[in-house]
Each structure stands twice: as structure tokens, then as C-alpha cells.
């Protein structure tokens, strides 16, 4: 196999990359909007406030699982700029052994502790079982998410990106499709269908939803139930695929060979799970700030992430393969690509995200209507919208800064330089915030946070960047 993205116009392969990932994105919003929907309709508070209490632990092992998987994507592109198809080849081999291992023991620490972790999350009484029994079943399937997961960023890795993003669509599709039938049954589903169908439609829709008829309901516990199938139908395709694509080896390696990958997949796997960590817990501050100005202030700052992601769809498209694609140049020592590449990264965050930015400050207050009709939610919308998007290109500038610094082999630096964001900007700004009580303190303090974050991550990357040698390499591949 080739190093695919060390050949071609570099801006002409990253945009077309960016397009084909964008329905990845999208899928991957797609799993928590369908399951969120559908257990909306099981009816009560309480199904749906149970899928609040899975989401951090959900997020936590996903971000545990993703650093993981950075890790092995990293080594894994390095490698194929350098040719070394075989070290490619033991590195997903190794990989997928140790993410074996990871897995079977989130599972069971999981399992074993459901009742003190969501204890301790506040989940009680009828809602505590809920949660237990949506949580069981994902612990269940911790190895085919973890294996979705790691499979989708080696073809992203190995510059197969189309092949990626289709089998995300599929595994959202066919959690779409099993989530009404696993949560309701199969004849609830039946009936439903006949009501919404034309009636010329029924000698179609009978006979194929009777083939479902045996599935009983199983409420909150069936959207696991559909996640996991979902993900296992990924998994197993996926894993083929690699194994096809000579990536992957059914076969024990020698023990030290096994250590030696191993210990170089931690090199960059355990620094990128630790900065993975970090976006949860900067959110968790986020809230305990917005918190103290009360339950307005928590919904407006909540309704308008919703909003903000949608400007970050784009960007986090095109930011998915450009790790692989600077390692895979800093592997193949094409040193000249990978400072192009930069470059060009840094002007699409700059010029998009700021592009969003003008937009909700313009006419931000005609869109957020859209998202809530409270009046008092709205103005605190406004607000952020007003304040908070002008930082958005140096969030997305930080990030893409940091796969420069770690596909160029600095992981640890990415890591610090993430926790000085945090600890060292971001916790500091909130506190001030909470000693002067200054409501709009709150948006200031995140903008000031991105600003300077972002500046701090582009400059040192920068540097690394300015210290590559100024010509490619002998042995570059052409």
C-alpha cells in the first residue's frame, strides 16, 4: 500500500477528504440524535433524564478509546510515509490486541461499579435502573464501539477516508432503523407504520414489518441494543477490510515485537487520551460557571453549543485527516508538504470560522429562535453570540495546532500545552468571574480563553514547524 497522501495537490486532497468525511460527522451526531429521539418518545421524564446520566461515562470511555486510537493512527502514518508497510502492519496488529484488552476491562469495571458511578452522578431509584439497564448493554458492546472507532481512524490513516465515512453512514443507519424497533417491538412498529402509510402501500409494508413481529419491547434498554448491533455490523465489515487491505493480521506476534509496538503506540496513545479528556472537563467548568447565574443562564449557554457546533462541522471535517496527512509527509521527510500543509490548514480555520463568526453576530438573534422560544433563553443566546464565535477560529487554529505538533512526533507538548488552556487560562478567568459575580464575565472569560489558548498552541507550533529541516528529505518518497 501506498502513502497516499504524501502524492497529489495538497489543498485539492485535503478539501476532498474534508467533503468525504463530512458525512462521517454527520453520522456520528447521528447515533446520540437518534437515540435521544427515539426514547423521547417512550414518554415520562425519566427515560430521557437516564440518557443524561449515560452521556459522561459514554463520552469518557469514547475519549479514552479515540486517544487510543490517535495513538495507533499517528505510528500507523509515520510508518507509511517511510514505506514500512510491515511496522504499519504490526502497529494495527498490536493495536488491536491492546484495544482488545482496554475493552474487556472497561466492561467489566463498568458493570461492577454501574451502582456506585451513577450513584454518584446523583441517578436514583427508578432511573438508576434505567441507566443500568441501557449502561449493561453498552458495557457489553465496549469492544465493537472501541473497534468502530479504531478501524474508522486506520482508513482515515492509511488514506482511505470514502471507505470511512460509508461504513459511519451504515452503522447510523441501521441504529436508525433497529432503535424504533428495539425500544417499542416489532408490533407497536407495525402499527405505527400502517397508520402513516398510504393505504395502497399495506400490502408492502405488512409483510416486511411482520418480520419483525417476534421483537418485544425492551424501552431505554433497546437503544443500546440497536447502538450495538449497529456497531458490531461496523466492527466486523471493518476489521475485513483492514485485513484485506494487508493492515491488519490474524496471527499472536512475537512478544517483543508486541512490546515494542505497543510501547510506541503509548507514546503517542496515552498523551492524546489525556488531551482527549480535557474537552469534557472544560465543558463540566463551563457549566459550574454559567451554574452560579442560574437555570436560564445553564439553558441559554447549552442551546447555544447546539448552535456553535454547527459552525464547527465543516472545519472538524477537514481536521479529520490532517493528523495522518502531516504524519505521513513528516514520515516520508517531505517537510515542504507538511509546512504547506499547515499553512493551508490554519487559513481554512481562520477564514471559515470567522466567516460563522460575523454571521451569528449579524444575525444571530433571527436563527436562535429556532432553537428555544423562552425570551429570557433567547437574550442570554444573544449574548454569547455576540461575544464568544470571534474565538472560535483560534479553538479550531489550537486543535489543528496540535496535530501538527503531534503527527510531527510531540505529543507530550500538544498535551501541555491543552492543560495550560485549561488549568492555566480557562479555570482562572471562571473564578475571577465568580469573585466579581459579572454575568457576562462568563462569555469574556471563554473568549479570552480561546484567544489566548489558540495564540499560545499556533506559536509553538509554529516553532516546530520553523525548525524542520528546509529541505525534504533524500529518501523522501516522490
Not at 153 to 180: C, E, T
Not at 410 to 426: E, H, W
Amino acid at each position: 500500500m501506498k502513502a497516499e497522501y504524501t502524492q497529489g495537490n495538497i489543498a485539492q486532497k485535503l478539501l476532498m477528504t474534508a467533503v468525504a468525511m463530512l458525512a462521517s460527522t454527520l453520522a456520528m451526531s447521528g447515533y446520540n440524535m437518534a437515540d435521544t429521539f427515539f426514547v423521547g418518545q417512550i414518554g415520562g421524564e425519566e427515560p430521557l433524564a437516564a440518557m443524561g446520566y449515560t452521556f459522561p461515562v459514554v463520552m469518557l470511555i469514547c475519549c479514552i478509546f479515540h486517544g487510543f486510537g490517535g495513538g495507533c493512527m499517528t505510528t500507523m502514518a509515520q510508518a507509511l510515509g517511510r514505506g514500512d508497510m510491515d511496522e504499519a502492519s504490526r502497529i494495527v496488529t498490536t493495536g488491536m490486541q491492546i484495544l482488545l484488552i482496554i475493552s474487556i476491562a472497561l466492561a467489566t469495571i463498568g458493570i461492577l461499579s454501574a451502582d456506585f458511578i451513577f450513584g454518584l452522578m446523583g441517578a436514583k431509584g427508578n432511573t438508576l435502573v434505567l441507566v443500568k439497564s441501557y449502561m449493561n448493554v453498552w458495557f457489553m458492546g465496549c469492544l465493537t464501539c472501541s473497534l468502530a472507532l479504531e478501524c474508522n481512524k486506520i482508513l482515515i490513516a492509511a488514506g482511505k477516508p470514502r471507505i470511512s465515512s460509508f461504513m459511519n453512514m451504515l452503522g447510523m443507519i441501521i441504529n436508525v432503523m433497529l432503535d424504533p424497533l428495539m425500544i417499542f417491538g416489532g408490533e407497536t412498529c407495525l402499527k405505527h407504520t400502517l397508520a402513516h402509510t398510504p393505504e395502497a402501500l399495506h400490502c408492502i409494508v405488512r409483510p416486511v414489518m411482520s418480520l419483525f413481529l417476534f421483537l418485544e419491547p425492551n424501552g431505554i434498554r433497546g437503544a443500546a441494543i440497536a447502538t450495538v448491533i449497529s456497531q458490531c455490523v461496523s466492527a466486523v465489515s471493518l476489521v475485513f477490510i483492514l485485513y484485506h487491505l494487508r493492515l491488519l493480521r490474524f496471527q499472536k506476534l512475537p512478544w517483543d515485537t508486541f512490546f515494542k509496538m505497543g510501547r510506541l503506540i503509548m507514546t503517542y496513545g496515552i498523551p492524546a487520551m489525556l488531551s482527549m479528556l480535557l474537552f469534557p472537563i472544560g465543558n463540566s467548568i463551563t457549566t459550574w460557571a454559567t451554574s452560579h447565574f442560574g437555570d436560564v443562564a445553564v439553558a441559554g449557554v447549552a442551546a447555544a453549543n447546539r448552535l456553535e457546533n454547527i459552525a464547527f462541522v465543516l472545519p472538524m471535517s477537514f481536521g479529520i485527516p490532517l493528523m495522518p496527512f502531516i504524519a505521513q509527509n513528516y514520515g516520508a521527510k517531505l517537510y515542504s508538504r507538511v509546512r504547506f500543509c499547515f499553512k493551508f490548514a490554519v487559513s481554512f480555520a481562520f477564514i471559515t470560522l470567522n466567516t460563522a463568526a460575523l454571521i451569528l453576530f449579524f444575525w444571530g438573534k433571527h436563527i436562535i429562535v429556532y432553537f428555544t422560544p423562552e425570551p429570557a433563553v433567547q437574550e442570554v443566546m444573544v449574548h454569547y453570540m455576540r461575544i464568544v464565535p470571534f474565538g472560535f477560529a483560534l479553538i479550531e487554529i489550537m486543535r489543528f495546532s496540535g496535530f501538527a505538533l503531534v503527527g510531527c512526533g510531540y505529543p507530550i507538548r500538544d498535551t501541555i500545552l491543552k492543560c495550560i488552556r485549561v488549568c492555566g487560562i480557562m479555570i482562572p478567568m471562571y473564578f475571577l468571574t465568580q469573585y466579581f459575580h459579572w454575568y457576562e464575565g462568563i462569555f469574556y472569560s471563554r473568549l479570552t480563553t480561546d484567544l489566548l489558548g489558540g495564540a499560545i498552541c499556533f506559536a509553538v507550533a509554529c516553532a516546530m514547524i520553523h525548525k524542520l529541516p528546509k529541505q525534504d528529505g533524500v529518501d523522501a518518497v516522490r
